[in-house]
């Protein structure tokens, strides 16, 4: 009974160590982010696909098609 009690306080303290790890790591990315802190580029435990310069409030719009059609004004 007691074997069986501390078997399930030890399955969710590691799930629960596990949630606190992830929300952590992700909040100290978002920091970063906005920050812009320039290690980011180089660090090891990231994946990065691509990096873009554009100026602040600017808009990304993957797959829109832009043609004379669609910017002339009528």
Known sequence: MIGTILISLGI?????????????????????LLEADETLLTEPGLKIDSVLQAPQGSMIHPYLIINEDTTNNQ
């Open 12 to 32: 969710i303290f590691l799930i629960m160590i596990t949630w606190w790890f992830h929300i952590r790591k992700h909040s100290l990315l978002e920091k970063r």
